[in-house]
Nanobody, 123 residues
C-alpha cells in the first residue's frame, strides 16, 4: 500500500523560505516519478515541480529559480525547497507519485496523493 505523508508547511513572510518533505512508503522510485502540487482556495490543483528516478526535473514557470525539488532514495523522501516565497505561493501543497515516464506536471498522470501541508505567505 502506497502512503505519502507531507510535512514542513507553515506560515512565513514574503521573501522567506520553507522546506517541504514527503515520506513515501510502499513504492520504489525506479518505477515512479514524483511531484509536488498545490491548490489554493477556489482554484484548481496545479503542478509545481516533478522529478524522475534519473533526477530529471520539471518546474512550473512561476517557481523556476525559486523552488528546488529533490529526493533521497535511501530515505524514501521527496523534498521541495522553496525560497523567495510570495503571497501567491500560499496554498495546500501535496506530493504525489506517478507510474511511467516523467517527470510530468499534469495532475491526471498521478496515481497516489498525500493529504497535504498548508503553506501561508504573508506580505
Amino acid at each position: 500500500q502506497v502512503q505519502l505523508v507531507e510535512s514542513g508547511g507553515g506560515s512565513v513572510q514574503s521573501g522567506g523560505s520553507l522546506r517541504l518533505s514527503c515520506a513515501a512508503s510502499g513504492l520504489t522510485y525506479d518505477n515512479y516519478y514524483m511531484g509536488w502540487f498545490r491548490q489554493a482556495p477556489g482554484r484548481e490543483r496545479e503542478g509545481v515541480a516533478a522529478i524522475d528516478s534519473d533526477g530529471n526535473t520539471n518546474y512550473k514557470d512561476s517557481v523556476k529559480g525559486r523552488f528546488t525539488i529533490s529526493q533521497d532514495n535511501a530515505k524514501n523522501t521527496l523534498y521541495l525547497e522553496m525560497n523567495s516565497l510570495k503571497p501567491e505561493d500560499s496554498a495546500m501543497y501535496y506530493c504525489a507519485a506517478a507510474r511511467g515516464r516523467g517527470p510530468r506536471l499534469a495532475t491526471w498522470f498521478y496515481n497516489y496523493w498525500g493529504q497535504g501541508t498548508q503553506v501561508t505567505i504573508s506580505s
